[in-house]
């Protein structure tokens, strides 16, 4: 992914997520991906895909089990 490549699709997400502190930083040994930030906590992969004459970008994100809150935190009324 080039500079242009990368920061339309950060522009796109801190627009999605209304999050200015979101980056997209290039991978040094990886062309067809780049690392997704908030502040400076890596929260996932952003993987481009060309087909067809298409371009999409697939956003890839991993939620800890520890991170998550407790249950009696979502189930209470």
């Known amino acids: ?26 991978r040094p040994t990886k062309k067809d991906s780049a690392e997704v930030m908030v502040g400076d906590e890596f929260i996932g992969v952003i993987f481009k895909d060309t087909e067809d004459g298409e371009t999409t970008y697939h956003f890839e994100m991993a939620i800890l089990d520890i991170d998550l809150p407790p249950v009696s935190a979502v189930t209470k009324s």
């Open 1 to 26: 992914m080039d500079k242009i490549e990368l920061l339309r699709v950060e522009k796109y997400l801190r627009s999605l997520f209304r999050l200015d502190t979101i980056r997209i930083e290039a």
